[in-house]
Structure formats: structure tokens, C-alpha cells
């Protein structure tokens, strides 16, 4: 007879994000779709003897397997993404829901630099995780193995839709005197164009919105566009 297997699991995490998004709000739903959006993530010890990254300075991209520790414990086995408009549901494990048993999230992340002066430092583009995830693993991406732009993605087949985006004058005066203006601008551009506003209230058009970026509340509103469509600006930062 076997032993049976283990029915639970204890993890530690092997580091922790800094990222550009202290909230939930408003960050990307998946990797790769800010690429201005920068992140650390500083390993923890023991595991952030540089030995543990010896040799991964040779590859461009990571996964990252992280707790999504804002997320509740309660999980369903149906919930409701987003790309679908918020109301129909689909299998939890059809989905890359947050709210998921195990809690356990995956992402695909550019390596942009390791620093390992003080400990080890990994910086990474392209990040969907708010600051202070605790991160369980990371391995490097293997594109041969791991890249197929043939599969069937289901109801994702194609990156989101994006929404046009315009900054008021007051909003680029603040830009302007910035030193990180041209990175922090990018990245407002590009979060917005994924139109971070929940499905159900996309009605409401006075309504003006709160979005966290760094160390900045940048506050927008949605307009009708001359071809139906919506525009989003950016009221004040
Ligand atoms: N790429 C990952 C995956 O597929 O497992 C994450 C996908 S999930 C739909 C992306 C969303 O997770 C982001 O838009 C953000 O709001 C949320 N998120 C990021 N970090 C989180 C955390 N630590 N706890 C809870 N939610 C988080």
C-alpha cells in the first residue's frame, strides 16, 4: 500500500511585488497589456541568496505563480468574467477568476533587470498584480514549449478591445512637471484603453472615476465618441 497523498500543502512565498498599482482597481486583466506598468519583485530569505538567480539573466520572460491574497478564501464553481459583459458565468476552472480555491494565480512577465547588490531584486514590464503580492514561484518561459498562438481561447480568442484616451490640459501640466511624466503618462494610456470600469456601470457617463498609479489618484470620465463608440478622459491627476 502507498501512503496517501498529502491533502494540504504549506507555502511560502519566495518574494513579494512592488508594483505601480497600489489597488485593485484598474489593473490589467492579464500580463503584457500595460507595458508601461513596472514592478519589483524583491525576493524574501532565505531565497534571496543570488545564487537562486544565478543564470536566469539569460531569459526575457518569467512565470510567476502568486497568491492573489486580496482575493476572498469563498470560492463558487461558476463566476462571471468580465470579458463576457459581467452577467454570464462560466466554470471557475474556465476561468482566470481571482476568486478560486488555492487562490492561485499565474502570469507571464518581461525580466527586465536583476539586481542582486542587496539581496535579489528582479525588475519586471508588463506585471497584472497589485503591490504586495506574495509570489510562490518563479521559472523562466520557454517559448518553444510554451508559446501555441494556434490554441482555441475560448471566450478570450483575442486581446480586449481598447478605448481611446485624452488627458486634459490639466491633467498633461501635471505630466509635464514630473520627472517619470513620459513613463506615467504611458502607463494612464494604457490602462485606461482597457476601459477599467466595471460592466454594469458603463451607462452612467457623468460619473467620474478614481484609478490608483503609482503615487497618483488619476480621476476620468467616459464620453461618447463622434462614431457612438466611448472615449475616456482624464479629468485631473
Ligand atoms: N494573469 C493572472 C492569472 O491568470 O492568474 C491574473 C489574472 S486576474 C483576472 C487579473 C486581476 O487580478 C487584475 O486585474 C487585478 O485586479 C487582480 N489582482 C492582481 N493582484 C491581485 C492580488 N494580489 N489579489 C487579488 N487580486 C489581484
Redesign the pocket.
Known sequence: DRPAPPDAFDLTPVGL?ESD?P?????????GLASAARASLVLLPPFDDPLTVRGLDAFSHLWLT??????PERWAPLVR??RLGGNAKVGVFA????HRPN??????VELVDIDTKRGVRLTLRGA???S???VLDLKPYLPWAESRPEARAGFAPEAPPTLPVSLSPAAEAVLERREDGVSLRALIRQVLAQD?RPAYRRDVEERVYGVRLRDVDVRFQAHPDATGGTRLEVVEI
Open positions: 511585488i498599482f489597488d485593485k482597481f484598474g489593473i490589467p486583466r492579464q500580463p502568486f497568491v492573489f491574497h486580496q482575493s468574467p468580465p476561468s482566470r477568476s481571482t487562490r492561485l494565480g499565474l502570469s507571464l497584472d498584480l497589485v504586495g503580492t506574495p477599467p
